[in-house]
């Protein structure tokens, strides 16, 4: 909730010095334009009582205001506490929140605004969150605007992950893999789908899905190390938490995972998070080796990483710590 609640106080801001700086509003809107800044001031802070009585004051005098149906759709759905859910007055807050984000979807649809798209299209978003099962829990309402959501921005991955997960939330797994598939269909290049596909399977507890996904996703992208290193992460998880494994099936994927991390640190020698996990897969093959010489070697091996881990992230401590006293000097002298 705190990085959707950040994301849009970032749109605050944005849309608040756009809006004010517009000759449109300069004149015969100043007073609605006061009052939305009232509101996002209020926002910003956490207040969103005192940001929707701005905010409504804003619309009533320019109903036409479309950003402010938003951001007042989203003080209502801000209000809204999960742990009191079922309570009429909490609950309330969802359905005055899907009012407006309803009515920012239609006012923002014709304006001319450059910001206005990308509000639009949290309207929608957050208009699908509102129904989804944490919330007003309405299928027969998120699926119609999930597919709406597509038809206008077919380009958009997450828009398809969207309407995936409200399948997998109703227990339709099939048909919430065949959007992303039928993503993966139609942009085979794009890393972020495979990312998505991964999710899934990893949700439905299909290890070797998973991480096919994984491997698309880094054969999309083979010169980012961190996609590599992300097949590593999966290969030691699952080593380490799966106590079915067969011996030779946990080796295996030890040495899997070995493999995409020398993969991530082909790329970037320096990747403190390959070279530490290296280490412990190392010694996790060890424990399944039969061989006293090998297991010997593997150790020895992960003992040289194990101290170049903690060199890296030595170094990596003291670069942090000289930049923000740079960044402290700098804002020093301002």
């Known amino acids: 909730m705190q990085s959707r609640v950040t994301r849009v106080v970032v749109l605050v801001v944005g849309v608040a010095l756009a809006t004010v700086g517009c000759g449109k509003y300069s004149i015969s809107n100043i007073r609605a334009l006061k009052a939305f800044q009232d509101g996002s001031d209020a926002y910003k802070k956490g207040d969103f009582t005192e940001a929707i009585t701005h905010y409504q004051e804003s619309i009533d005098r320019n109903p036409e205001f479309g950003f402010a149906y938003f951001f007042l759709g989203n003080s209502y759905d801000n209000l809204f506490k999960p742990a009191r859910k079922g309570d009429p007055a909490n609950d309330q807050n969802l359905v005055k929140a899907t009012e407006y984000y309803r009515t920012a979807i239609q006012k923002l649809a014709t304006s001319p605004e450059p910001q206005a798209p990308m509000i639009r299209k949290r309207s929608y978003e957050f208009l699908i969150a509102a129904y ?49 598939q039928k993503l993966a269909a139609q942009r085979p290049n794009d890393p972020l789908t495979y990312q998505f596909l991964a999710g899934f399977y990893d949700r439905q507890g299909n290890f070797e899905k998973t991480i096919e996904a994984w491997k698309q996703r880094a054969k999309a992208e083979p010169n980012n190390p961190e996609a590599w290193q992300a097949i590593a992460t999966f290969y030691f998880d699952e080593t380490s938490t799966n106590k079915e494994l ?78 923000a006293a740079a960044a402290a000097a700098k804002a020093g002298q301002k």
Do not use: H, M, W
Request: hydrophobic share 40%; proline share 6%.
């Open 246 to 323: 067969r011996p030779n099936v946990a080796r295996d994927y030890a040495i899997a995972g070995i493999e995409a991390t020398n993969r991530a640190l082909e790329l970037n020698p320096e990747y403190f998070e390959a070279v530490a996990y290296k280490n412990i897969l190392l010694r996790q093959q060890a424990n399944y080796e039969r061989s006293p010489a090998v297991q010997k070697q593997l150790i020895a091996e992960a003992d040289v990483l194990l101290a170049r881990a903690k060199e890296l992230q030595a170094k990596q401590a003291g670069q942090a710590v000289a930049d």
């Open 132 to 180: 989804g099962p944490d919330k007003l829990n309405d299928f027969s309402q998120a699926e119609p605007l999930a597919l709406e959501l597509i038809s206008i921005d077919p380009n958009e991955p997450g828009n398809y992950s969207a309407l995936s997960r409200l399948y997998e939330d109703q227990g339709r797994y099939q048909e919430a893999e065949a959007i992303l």
